[in-house]
């Protein structure tokens, strides 16, 4: 048997700002209000429950809180060259060059800041955390990342 828990909450969203590369251009820099969602797959433990929810909850709060109010940037981005210098970051990209306070940014270690990446980056790292707390019965892990209504990157693993 298997059993499944979703949490779709307002509070687990983020306001950041972004940008992506994609067939040889670079998007204007933008924002989302952004949604995360998460979904676990497994077996009862012997309290009745996969994990508890409101861990579950703080945990993807606490996520989504790093990403919030900022300049999310793509580390792995082969496109993109990062210098820092005064507290600041320059982003370049051919003539384009953005500059920004070094606490407005977070690097991720992603190729590109799309929906589905960003949804990756967050169900890895809550696996991890998850792990951390002693989770024993998950045995899948979904994250989705909205960026508007309609439309989520949705990424999904095993629970290794």
């Known amino acids: 048997m298997s059993y499944r828990l979703e949490v779709i909450k307002d509070e687990l969203g983020f306001a950041s700002a972004h940008f992506i590369t994609y067939h040889q251009r670079c998007e204007r820099l933008h924002g989302h209000n952004y949604q995360a969602a998460v979904e676990i797959e497994g077996e009862l433990g012997p309290d009745g429950f996969v994990f508890d929810f409101i861990a579950l909850k703080r945990i993807m709060r606490e996520l989504c809180q790093e990403l919030d109010h900022r300049v999310l940037l793509a580390a792995q981005n082969k496109h993109l060259t990062f210098t820092e210098q005064e507290g600041h970051l320059t982003v370049t990209y051919?003539?384009?060059?953005?500059?920004?306070?070094?606490?407005?940014?977070?690097?991720?270690?992603?190729?590109?800041?799309t929906a589905e990446l960003l949804a990756t980056y967050l169900c890895k790292r809550l696996k991890a955390r998850l792990r951390?707390?002693?989770?024993?019965?998950i045995k899948r892990v979904a994250v989705s990342v909205s960026e508007?209504?309609?439309q989520r990157g949705i990424y999904s693993e095993p629970f290794e």
């Open 148 to 150: 508007g209504p309609g």
């Open 132 to 137: 951390e707390a002693g989770a024993a019965y």
């Open 94 to 113: 051919e003539d384009k060059r953005y500059v920004f306070p070094l606490d407005a940014v977070v690097m991720l270690p992603i190729a590109n800041t």
